[in-house]
């Protein structure tokens, strides 16, 4: 007898079937993919990339396989009848007005927004509360909406200002700079970009960094070795830019600089991985001054976030693995003459300066707290925000009365708030305009043994009244790596899971930020099976909790978050349906081969490194791990420029994927053209593959709407 579950949600009829139940829908036979005799050797291990010809990813063969494995995708996906109405939902969702906090530059108060389904966000500018005007539309950069905004900085006085575009995602910027009164060029066009903001030193001219572009530019998986600052004289050619920083003398993969707001020190970051930096400084009100070193150590974090005359504020974890803010004079900037300011807590501290006053933004159990500082470290205000969730913002000038913070949460639309600093007062600025009613759903915090017995907090949002009973399809989102806090944040492509029955659930795994550099060094290198184990155990805690089953369980994640994915379908395939690795680091033997990927061997280390390094990375490497088996139902993403994970990782996957491949469940790559790691995107584009995402899972799982 069959059994048939269904329930009336948003108007809409969805019933959950067996697999054996759902359409018959065909996928084509994938593409013949080729093999190559590649065989690398690691300490006396011999290791085959068969798959090894897919890394050229502008070769005319990569081309066509490409071509081909979109065709096999798109065909699959074309057959799921209800793929258009999740799209034209999507659409619906996605059509209200959305905006950016304000900011202040010079006469004008500037903000983004997005009518509702522009390709890429406006930003417009006002005097006081007079009428906004256009100042930047990126919707004319190009006629598909794929180059974007990527930054603008302006100088002090706000007269001139330099923005960065992108073009199809690319990493790789191009620098214009404008005359902010009349927007017209100034005729500096700065090419091959890379990782970098623009300090401006008065009307004269700006600090960058870049790299040496690699040759072979054919090849997106280019290697770009050391990072270099320069300084660009306004009315002179690119190529007569003076090196301030990095080449030969002190090679870095990754130099950033910037300006105090009086502009009197030149701050630079450098640093070989992308954890830990140097901090070096230069006092510009002095001719000739040299640049000094005030911190060595790579191994923790500093930034200089503000100065008054000589005295500087710098945030630091040296010896504080939570943060701390520490105070010293720039005549003798060592460590040795630091002062606690803001001692550590338990709650890990970053901070922004405004309104004269210091911002403490902490995480509470991956949630925001924030408290307002005057400049001798004197607590003034705590800031009361809505729920418990998001805040962020808060950056302004000295001179500025008010600064502007949004807040939100996994059931709290984004929602801009004006903070009146003299009082600690908060009032709304500006609504979200989605269709969603907060009030019908919930997220829940709860905390979860690991398999070592480490509690890993996890947060599950889902309807109010959501019965459950093991039945409810299920997103299981998560991160796990540099650091890098996992906090609640609003998603507009989400309402489509939790309007109909769905649940969305994201746990703060090791190797992440949200408790401090403890937390994050619990997974990395040879403790990064931590970061797979919290994520498996998050999975069977929800199966053992009734929130889903394995029969409805889907699990997704980007980046290295697409790593983590990718273990789980080779270590745990059988406690999930459906499996969404994201742009993905997927090959750890040969990451670090591909464009800044040698940045990242702090979390990971490299095959390199020692056998013991290179045997842990070839046991857990998603491409190595993969043998002949039963697998869930996955569909790869990645964009064809995509220049930081190379989509060389994710091709290699697909095709050893689907080579090994034994259940009946489809092995599906889709490849996004002119959109690179992610940022960028058109609207169009975002839709698109959120309509799709939804639709592979709701397929694989038997939802039939």
């Not at 059931?411 to 907060?438: C, L, N, R």
Request: glycine share 8%.
């Amino acid at each position: 007898m069959k059994k048939i579950t269904c329930l009336l949600a948003s108007a809409l009829l969805i019933c959950s079937f067996t697999l054996a139940q759902q359409m018959n829908i065909k996928t084509l036979p994938y593409p013949q993919t080729k093999k190559v005799d590649t065989v690398d050797t690691y300490f006396d291990t011999r290791v085959p990339d068969p798959y090894r010809w897919l890394e050229n990813d502008r070769a005319d063969d990569t081309k066509a396989w490409v071509k081909a494995e979109n065709e096999v995708t798109q065909n699959y996906l074309s057959q799921i009848p209800y793929r258009g109405a999740i799209r034209k939902q999507l659409e619906t969702l996605w059509n209200y007005e959305k905006y950016s906090a304000l900011f202040t530059e010079g006469k004008y108060t500037y903000f983004y927004k997005n009518d509702g389904l522009q390709s890429q966000s406006v930003l417009y500018r006002q005097i006081g509360d007079g009428k906004a005007e256009v100042f930047l539309d990126p919707n004319k950069f190009s006629t598909d909406g794929t180059t974007s905004l990527q930054g603008i900085d302006f100088t002090k006085d706000g007269s001139m200002a330099a923005y960065q575009i992108s073009e199809g995602g690319s990493d790789w910027r191009k620098v214009i700079v404008i005359n902010t009164s009349d927007k017209s060029t100034i005729g500096d066009t700065l090419y091959d970009i890379k990782f970098s903001g623009i300090a401006w030193k008065g009307h004269d001219g700006f600090y960058y960094s870049s790299y040496d572009k690699p040759k072979d530019a054919s090849q997106l998986s280019g290697m770009t070795q050391y990072h270099k600052l320069y300084y660009h004289q306004l009315g002179t050619p690119q190529s007569t830019d003076k090196l301030i920083f990095g080449g030969e003398a002190t090679p870095r993969r990754y130099i950033g600089a910037y300006l105090t707001e009086d502009e009197r020190y030149l701050v630079i970051s450098a640093a070989n991985t992308t954890t830990g930096n140097e901090l070096y400084l230069q006092d510009l009100s002095v001719p000739g001054s040299a640049i000094i070193n005030v911190v060595n150590n790579f191994d923790n974090q500093h930034q200089v976030l503000d100065n008054v005359g000589s005295k500087l504020y710098i945030i630091t974890n040296i010896y504080s693995p939570n943060f701390k803010i520490v105070t010293v004079d720039a005549a003798n900037p060592g460590i040795v003459y630091w002062k606690d300011l803001i001692p550590q807590t338990k709650n890990v501290l970053s901070a922004t300066t405004g309104g004269g006053k210091i911002f403490a933004e902490y995480l509470q159990d991956a949630t925001s707290l924030v408290q307002q500082y005057n400049m001798d470290g004197i607590l003034e205000h705590n800031i009361s925000l809505p729920s418990v969730g998001t805040a962020s913002g808060f950056g302004a000038k000295k001179e500025e009365k008010a600064v502007y913070y949004t807040f939100t949460s996994y059931i709290y639309p984004p929602t801009i708030f004006k903070y009146d600093i003299a009082s600690g007062q908060s009032t709304v600025y500006k609504k979200s305009g989605v269709q969603f009613d907060p009030d019908q759903y919930e997220s829940e915090q709860v905390f979860y043994a690991s398999k070592d017995g480490t509690k890993i907090p996890m947060i599950i949002t889902y309807k109010k009244g959501t019965i459950l009973n093991g039945k409810n399809p299920l997103l299981l989102y998560a991160y796990g790596g540099f650091g890098i806090s996992l906090t609640p944040t609003f998603s507009t492509s989400n309402i489509i899971l939790l309007e109909h029955g769905g649940i969305y659930a994201v746990p703060n795994l090791r190797g992440g930020g949200e408790y401090g550099e403890k937390w994050h060094k619990q997974g990395i290198t040879l403790k990064k099976q931590n970061v797979f184990d919290d994520f498996i155990a998050a999975a069977e805690y929800l199966i053992k909790h009734k929130y889903t089953s394995k029969d409805h369980l889907a699990i997704s994640g980007g980046s290295n978050g697409g790593l983590l994915i990718g273990a789980m379908l080779t270590q745990r395939p059988d406690l999930f349906k459906v499996a969404f690795p994201a742009v993905g680091v997927l090959d750890m033997l040969r990451y670090n081969k591909f464009t800044a990927g040698a940045g990242w061997s702090y979390d990971y280390g490299t095959a390199e490194d020692s056998k013991k390094m290179f045997d842990y990375l070839y046991r857990y490497s998603p491409y190595h791990a993969l043998k002949p088996g039963i697998y869930p139902a996955t569909m790869i993403t990645t964009g064809d420029h995509d220049d930081r994970v190379v989509p060389a990782h994710s091709f290699k996957f697909a095709a050893r994927l689907q080579e090994y491949q034994q259940g009946p469940a489809p092995v599906l790559i889709r490849i996004e053209t002119k959109a690179g790691h992610g940022a960028g995107k058109s609207t169009a584009q975002v839709i698109d593959e959120q309509a799709d995402k939804w639709a592979f899972m709701f397929q694989n799982i038997g939802v039939i709407w």
